[in-house]
């Protein structure tokens, strides 16, 4: 695995695959870049693909607060890139992948957004959902002001996780996660109001890039308001429900997400 100094961040990434064109992948938070091994396996003969550890994530440096992390996760994607270039993109990830087509088209072959964690396009379709999404989040809200990280990955991992059950996993992998809270935590601005001023009129709606738009069909409620409003502003979107997946598709249904995927590359 690579490493090295993106838009000034320790970062270390790895490839996947010898397809004919090129694919940079963003990960969920608390993941890693081996997190797409799953769907690299499927899509290794259409795609050479990159996959780098976010800020705080893997074996990238530790966040240390120096900017705003989802812009500077941007800043990060945009340097591994020199040509158009399929970008996908889960959960957290997907929100990165998106600022990123906003602010570099030019860098953009086509855009994949697994289960992207845009609330604020909800909030602005749906009012009443914020506050849906905010007795949701309670308990983890709560704990962070707390600053009991552990109790918050536990109530994080509730709502977003894979399901596998808190009390099932490693202590070395809880005190893990339960590290990497005040990285979430950061992230929450970015994803609750419109810091990149991506819901101004317009911004959206100017976005000439084919778009897959993917939802698990057990996902958390406020997910298909995301995907339905982005769908409805992106003018190349295509929207898609992946059957029996919940949040963490990609690894949880990898085959069924590859699928999809290829099926949408096929028409780009």
């Known amino acids: 695995m690579p490493e090295a100094l993106k ?40 795609l050479t693909m990159t996959a780098f550890d976010l800020p705080g994530h893997g074996r990238s440096g530790d966040w240390d607060e120096r900017a705003e992390i989802q812009g ?49 396009v909800a909030f602005h379709d ?19 002001l707390a600053g009991d990280h552990a109790s918050a990955a536990q109530s994080f991992l509730a709502v977003w996780g894979d399901r596998a059950g808190w009390e099932h996993l490693p202590e070395t992998v809880r005190d893990a996660l339960a590290a990497q809270m005040p990285v979430v935590a950061a992230g929450q601005p970015a994803l609750h109001t419109d810091l990149a001023g991506m819901l101004r009129p317009g911004v959206l709606e100017a976005l000439d890039i084919p778009v897959l738009v993917c939802e698990g069909s057990e996902s958390p409620f406020i997910m298909s308001a995301i995907t339905e409003g982005l769908a409805a502003r992106l003018p190349r979107a295509e929207r898609t429900i992946l059957a029996g997946a919940g949040h963490m598709a990609p690894i949880s249904h990898a085959h069924q997400t590859s699928a999809e995927l290829l099926q949408f590359l096929r028409g780009c």
Do not use: K, N
């Not at 320790?10 to 940079?24: D, K, N």
């Not at 340097?79 to 906003?102: K, M, N, Q, Y």
């Open 7 to 46: 838009a000034g961040f320790p970062t270390y990434w790895t490839s996947f695959g010898q397809g004919p064109r090129a694919a940079l992948m963003i990960h969920c938070s608390l993941a890693h870049s081996g997190s797409w091994g799953g769907m690299a396996r499927h899509l290794s003969g259409a």
């Open 72 to 120: 500077l996760c941007v800043d990060i994607a945009a340097e591994f890139l020199r040509e158009p270039t399929d970008i996908i993109g889960h959960s957290f990830g997907a929100t990165v992948a998106l600022r990123l087509a906003v602010a570099r088209p030019d860098l953009v072959r086509s855009l994949t957004l697994i289960e992207p964690v845009c609330f604020v």
């Open 126 to 144: 749906q009012p009443s959902l914020r506050a849906r999404l905010d007795a949701r989040m309670a308990d983890f809200d709560t704990a962070i």
